[in-house]
């Protein structure tokens, strides 16, 4: 086969290119390859913090401003190679928030999503559109997209959680709204925990739809209750080769992911258990909530202990090592991918 000879040079189409830039025209055939890549390449980069660097700086931040005056006091997880951009991948939000004694973070709602990985808690709160939900370490808590929600700490010790937030798809969507409440606090309306009394036992009411639309009604899910269920399968039968034992966190009205876009899951890993390389379209954010391990990722390992969190870019390949008996929560994108059909993973 012959290949055709160039039909112009580079002189020539670097004119054309200039005579239909004022039409807002431009050639795909110079940017085709980047636009429909062959395979994912993440614009970032693996990375670990290493919570014993966060805290105190955290807590410095606490005597800056009042959460009030910062609205939400947080440290901003930035993906080292997305510098400015308030991302911890392409498509999620990740910042680890302090509420300090005393303090309110004051209620407001928004239409994106947030979960909240408690660090350190004793006895501080969210309040999720009425119902105040008692926040301790390790409770994977929820705040719907569109709910009222407001923080608060009434005990005299730091309160310390991580935020996984879908902003950047809402944004990128352009399908962001904000508002404020027109008081600091919102109005509790209903007994605490009583979406764990109605949709957290196994059973869901008899009559009304669902609460907050694709999100689940249950917006604590509490490490107490996910731990034992996770610990009751730990040596029941042999750990999945890529994720160790692991379980996901499920809407109870439809056993979908418990937010619409963004999937959450627990796994334990014992220890000397070293899981095989695997790689997916979701960026992930782990947290280890106990024990160590070593995550290689693109080949370099990063070892982690209690409170790190470390990032996954889409389609890196990993896989995760217990340095000592191992519970790790992540979240990623997931959910989204998986409703758009585009979600991906390879295993060796
Ligand atoms: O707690 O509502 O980290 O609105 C970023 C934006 C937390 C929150 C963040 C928010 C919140």
Redesign the pocket.
């Known amino acids: 086969m012959q290949t055709a000879a160039p039909t112009s040079d580079a002189a020539t189409r670097k004119r054309y290119y200039d005579t239909i830039a004022p039409q807002s025209l431009a050639p795909l055939w110079e940017v085709l390859k980047g636009l429909v890549p062959p395979e994912p390449r993440s614009k970032a980069v693996p990375h670990v913090w290493s919570y014993s660097k966060i805290r105190p700086l955290l807590l410095e931040a606490g005597k800056l401003l009042t959460a009030e005056e910062a609205?939400?006091r947080?440290l901003?997880l930035e993906n080292p190679a997305l510098p400015g951009q308030s991302r911890i991948t392409p498509s999620m939000?990740?910042?680890v928030?302090l509420v300090m004694p005393g303090e309110i973070?004051p209620a407001?709602r928004?239409t994106?999503s947030?979960l909240?990985f408690v660090l350190e808690s004793d006895g501080g709160y969210?309040v999720v559109a009425g119902e105040r939900t008692i926040m301790q370490r390790g409770d994977f808590v929820i705040?719907p997209n569109g709910a009222w929600?407001d923080?608060g700490q009434e005990k005299d010790t730091p309160l310390i959680w991580v935020?996984g937030?879908d902003?950047h798809m809402i944004n990128f969507f352009e399908t962001g709204f904000?508002e404020h409440h027109n008081e600091k606090a919102q109005t509790i309306t209903k007994k605490d925990e009583d979406s764990v009394a109605r949709y957290g036992s196994g059973l869901v009411p008899m009559t009304g739809g669902s609460p907050f639309g694709m999100t689940s009604p249950i917006f604590n899910y509490r490490y107490e209750k996910s731990r034992a269920a996770l610990m009751d399968i730990v040596g029941q039968g042999k750990p999945d080769a890529h994720l160790g034992y692991a379980l996901r966190y499920a809407n109870p009205l439809d056993g979908g992911w418990a937010m619409p876009t963004i999937a959450t899951w627990l796994t334990q890993i014992p220890k000397g258990f070293e899981t095989k390389d695997a790689r997916c379209t979701d960026g992930r954010t782990i947290i280890v909530v106990e024990g160590e391990i070593s995550a290689e990722i693109d080949g370099k390992t990063y070892r982690m202990g209690e409170s790190d969190i470390g990032v996954i870019p889409s389609w890196a390949w990993s896989r995760i090592r217990a340095d000592k008996d191992a519970i790790v929560f992540t979240f990623s994108d997931r959910a989204a991918q998986e409703k758009l059909g585009i979600w991906r993973e390879e295993k060796r």
Request: no cysteine; aromatic share 4%.
């Open positions: 609205e939400r947080v901003v939000y990740s910042g928030q973070a407001h928004h994106a947030a909240r969210t705040t929600h923080h935020d937030l902003l904000m």
